[in-house]
């Protein structure tokens, strides 16, 4: 946040580093997903005009996470869970207000067909986002 725009003369880097954290699992407290979550969330707080050219990655990136962290059977207590899927989601709502509704638009189609409470109830609130 210190750097506020000028965070786009770092954002390619920036991105391959949240893309890679968010791939792998950190153990029982995901702190290390937590926290790039909110590395990203504020990253696209302060760059929403770089936003839309990123969003294919970014938003498949947030997809696969919301569904590995429902599909995971580690030791993973359920609050740290419930906190990745809410912050991925804080996530896909920013994304979508930058990127004028579009996340909205692509996530139509992924809402209507997936049969995952969890993650059902993550891109509803997407949905309902204004």
Known sequence: S?????????????????LGYLEVSDGPEEEARLGILETLQCTIEHAWPRMPC????????????????????????EPV?????????QCLILLDHCSQGQVKVLLEGVHSSCEENRVRECLRKVQEST
Do not use: N, S, Y
């Not at 294919?56 to 059977?73: G, I, S, Y």
């Open 81 to 89: 869970r419930a906190a990745l899927l809410h912050r991925a989601t």
């Open 2 to 18: 210190r750097l506020g725009i000028l965070i786009v003369r770092h954002l390619k880097r920036l991105e391959r580093v949240i």
């Open 54 to 77: 990123r969003l294919p990655v970014l938003l498949k990136a947030l997809l696969k996470l919301l569904w590995d962290v429902h599909t995971e059977r580690g030791p993973t207590p």
